[in-house]
């Protein structure tokens, strides 16, 4: 039996085809929406161009698009033996705006996608308005970003050779105020505990101390026997670095290397949205993925315990925002304002060249690759988080979050697990 | 508008990248904003009712907000064109309120396929088939994205039925009838015709070389500045002109020239004004402008 759902509240909507046996999911089809061409947009433009356009790629994690953008360019100039380097305070401002956007698309998906939704499928509605909560966090965290940004959504500060703004002394006060202010939103209403003790916390057997929102959606997966639901390949990659985190593939319990390189896209029949494995394997990006490879102590203690199941998806997601704070805040004392914000001159391009540029977003790794010649694009490639969790697969390999979907109860359920990889469906039609 | 009730505010998107609805959600008063009105359908708030609810025609609207481009056909959620949809509410709707460059003008997302995509009413300036039908009701906010607290306004000066005087593409005076050069921090290094050495410093001016719009750009955005604290000029990125029809244009960041004079003018100046007034400022040298505001290691 096929049913068909209609996903929507998710960055855009998709549509699954779930089939049905014996009242579980057998199998799903997922597709999206209507495909908007970017990477077409940009051909014949001038390269720098890129830092204006792919930000609108997507209204959510469009601070991402912007850095993996710069990237491509730098590392384009770099090939075209222009050296680029980067004075510490433009890395600093560049990871610290790259972290609120993190964390505000991490809380946003939290009280705005997971626990409306959770509520509703275990039927413990408690009629908060979990979207006041989503909206304060995300207007006082890009508030800091926008210090530094001039503005979020849609900002294109980030320039080959740092950045464009010049900040002083008053603004990283302000900035980190707001850091201040989200921690302490933390510790009352997300974690209902003490920040410094949360980051302590490094086995499941500590875990009863949270409290909050985070401690009741936790307690509400364990009660309704989900925590071992929705669980996939188990096998993780990462591509950027930054923020406090490496990169690598985590597959059981070994992490090694990774190349860009290897990634390959193909097209999907009857989908606006291309596939994508590393060396033909399928992997899983994300929170979950990035904590796997770096071997964050508590969600390994997790997993050890849950898998790549739900409870272990949702943590991770949530659990990354606090090491973000933490290391935001970090970044702001490290900045000496008197370093240069840019290391090139405005007027220094190169005509022709290749670049990668490789960004942890939100959802996972985020790719752009330039191709320049005699000053115009001719060639842009967005490879895009989800398009690594929503493919339909390989031969080998159902896609990611089908195989999470796979073996679940009803399409209640089986939709609640898709939405755990926190979809983009906007990012995946760019 | 029933009597009594609070309008009826429905929220719907073409084609788009979202970037409207998470900039509106950054409004510091989201949600006393929203109490004064019964929020039907968002993309991502929780409202009264569903997507598929809002596809089959199932409630009537007072305000409505569009987000993203608009084309005629091709564009389909749960199997309904959402043209039609856009169109069946557009008709009851007392106010249509196109949030975004995009849904006013066509955007960035009209350059994929130019002959087929357009803002609602507006097809770049041009005014669509559209226009003649809904121009009484229809409210232009372009913006990419859309400032928050612009929405904001707009949308209370609805509920308190007041009216809101507007220019010929519909945009609200209050808000676009300023330039985006109005309020700019380097106002003073424009005014002295004395250019940025360059990204990354907040002295001189992004208009001579940069690719700055800011002085030809209608907009607020110096005024109610962005997320509370700053704004594209402040914080050193030229400004692109994302409210303009023509957004976006080419190499955006670099100024088109002239014989070394900027092509596009500050709104509204001739260019022998603005000739005679650039020849009598940088006849000065003022030794305030090349030097550093603050320097640290002094």
Request: aromatic share 10%.
């Amino acid at each position: 039996m096929i049913v068909k759902k209609l996903i929507e509240k998710i960055e855009g909507e998709a549509e699954l085809n779930f089939s049905m046996h014996k009242g579980s999911v057998e199998d799903v089809r997922i597709s999206f929406g209507f495909y908007r061409g970017i990477e077409e947009i940009l051909v014949n433009k001038s390269p720098r161009d890129a830092l204006v356009i792919t930000p609108r790629v997507c209204g959510i994690c469009n601070h991402a698009h912007l850095l993996a953008a710069v990237g491509a360019l730098e590392n384009g100039y770099e090939n075209a033996g222009i050296a680029v380097i980067l004075s510490n305070k433009a890395r600093y401002i560049r990871e610290f705006t790259l972290a609120c956007e993190l964390i505000q698309n991490h809380i946003k998906w939290f009280y705005m996608t997971i626990l409306p939704q959770l509520e509703r499928l275990t039927g413990e509605e408690g009629g908060e308005n979990h979207a006041l909560k989503a909206s304060y966090l995300s207007t006082t965290i890009t508030k800091a970003l926008a210090i530094f940004a001039g503005q979020w959504p849609h900002s294109s500060y980030a320039v080959p050779g740092g950045v464009t703004c010049d900040p002083t002394y008053v603004d990283v006060m302000q900035a980190t105020a707001l850091i201040d202010e989200t921690i302490r939103f933390f510790e009352q209403v997300i974690i209902g505990m003490e920040f410094e003790r949360y980051l302590q916390i490094d086995s499941v057997t500590q875990l009863h101390e949270v409290q909050g929102d985070f401690g009741n959606t936790l307690h509400l997966l364990g009660t309704h026997g989900m925590a071992h639901t929705g669980q996939s390949h188990d096998r993780f990659i990462v591509f950027g670095e930054g923020l406090g985190m490496q990169s690598g593939k985590s597959i059981a319990t070994t992490v090694s290397r990774v190349e860009v390189r290897y990634v390959k896209e193909w097209p999907q029949k009857g989908s606006t949205a291309k596939a994508v494995a590393y060396k033909d394997r399928i992997y899983e990006t994300g929170p979950l993925a990035r904590a796997m490879v770096n071997k964050a102590p508590i969600v390994k203690s997790l997993h050890k315990r849950y898998k790549d199941g739900l409870l272990t998806r949702i943590f991770a997601r949530v659990h990354e925002s606090t090491a973000l704070l933490s290391h935001a805040k970090h970044l702001l004392q490290k900045l000496d304002l008197n370093e240069p914000s840019c290391t090139l001159e405005s007027r220094l391009l190169a005509d022709t060249f290749e670049g990668v540029g490789v960004v942890e977003a939100a959802r996972g790794s985020l790719i752009h690759k330039t191709r320049v010649e005699a000053k115009k694009i001719t060639n842009y490639e967005i490879i895009v988080p989800t398009q690594w969790n929503l493919s339909d697969g390989t031969e080998q390999d159902r896609g990611v979050a089908v195989e999470a979907m796979c073996g679940t109860r009803s399409i209640e359920e089986a939709s609640f697990v898709f939405r755990s990889f926190d979809v983009c469906s906007v990012c995946t039609t760019q | 508008m029933k009597r009594g009730g609070k309008p009826k505010l429905l929220w719907l998107q073409s084609i788009t990248c979202n970037g409207n609805t998470h900039s509106f959600l950054n409004h510091p008063d989201l949600f006393s904003l929203l109490s004064h009105f019964e929020l039907l359908y968002h993309p991502v708030l929780e409202a009264e009712y569903t997507l598929q609810d809002i596809l089959e025609g199932h409630v009537d609207c007072d305000i409505l907000v569009l987000e993203g481009a608009f084309r005629e056909k091709g564009v389909a959620k749960g199997g309904v064109e959402i043209s039609s949809v856009i169109e069946y509410y557009a008709k009851q709707a007392a106010h249509i309120i196109t949030a975004g460059t995009c849904a006013t003008f066509g955007g960035i997302f009209k350059q994929y396929d130019p002959e087929h995509i357009t803002g609602f009413c507006f097809d770049i300036e041009e005014k669509t088939t559209r226009h003649k039908q809904y121009a009484d009701k229809l409210i232009s906010l372009p913006g990419c994205p859309i400032h928050p607290k612009w929405l904001g306004f707009v949308l209370m000066m609805i509920a308190q039925k007041r009216p809101i005087a507007k220019d010929t593409l519909h945009r609200p005076l209050e808000l676009y009838a300023p330039t985006v050069h109005t309020g700019c921090a380097r106002n003073e290094y424009f005014e002295w015709k004395v250019d940025t050495e360059g990204f990354g410093l907040k002295e001189g001016c992004l208009f001579y070389e940069l690719g700055c719009q800011g002085p030809y750009t209608h907009g607020s955005c110096n005024k109610i500045l962005w997320n509370d604290v700053s704004s594209k000029t402040v914080s050193g990125t030229p400004c692109f002109g994302c409210t303009e029809p023509d957004f976006p244009k080419t190499t955006l960041f670099e100024t088109k020239t002239n014989m070394g004079i900027p092509a596009a003018m500050p709104l509204g100046i001739p260019r022998r004004a603005y000739l005679t007034v650039t020849g009598v400022v940088k006849s000065f040298k003022i030794k305030r402008f090349e030097e550093r505001l603050i320097e640290y290691d002094r």
